[in-house]
């Protein structure tokens, strides 16, 4: 069974960057697709970005999209999420899990996983 750390995360101004990793242990990484999800204090986890087995297919959330990055190292069980130009609305604890592939495979926003790490915190203020 899949079980996640995710790292990284800290306290930037608005305008940084952050990259936070994701490493699975218990069984590898590889074999599926991953996504990004975030909750904010007193809101619902969202769906943030996702991506695919090989990663040839990335997608993202609209308000994250041209800011946020996915990428993955299979040969490390590894998922990371680059963030850049951070906004004071990213401010969450960021999880990663795996997901649904779809038809044709690929990434979907649809959680397959159901044991969740801590996350990671993200903190953008000034």
């Known amino acids: 069974q899949l079980q996640f750390v995710e790292s990284g995360g800290g306290s930037v101004q608005p305008g940084g960057s952050l990259r936070l990793s994701c490493r699975s242990s218990?069984?590898?990484?590889?074999?599926?697709?991953v996504g990004w999800f975030r909750q904010a204090p007193g809101k619902e986890r969202e769906w943030v970005s996702c991506?695919?087995?090989?990663?040839?297919?990335?997608k993202y959330e609209d308000s994250v999209r041209g800011r946020f990055t996915i990428s993955r190292d299979n040969t490390r069980s590894t998922v990371y999420l680059q963030i850049n130009e951070l906004k004071p609305e990213d401010t969450a604890r960021y999880y990663c899990?795996?997901?649904?592939?779809?038809?044709?495979?690929?990434?979907?926003?649809?959680?397959?996983?159901?044991?969740w790490g801590q996350g990671t915190l993200v903190t953008v203020q000034s």
């Open positions: 991506i695919s087995r090989a990663g040839t297919v990335t």
């Open positions: 899990q795996t997901t649904w592939p779809g038809s044709p495979p690929g990434c979907t926003w649809s959680i397959m996983g159901d044991t």
């Open positions: 218990g069984s590898s990484i590889s074999d599926n697709a």
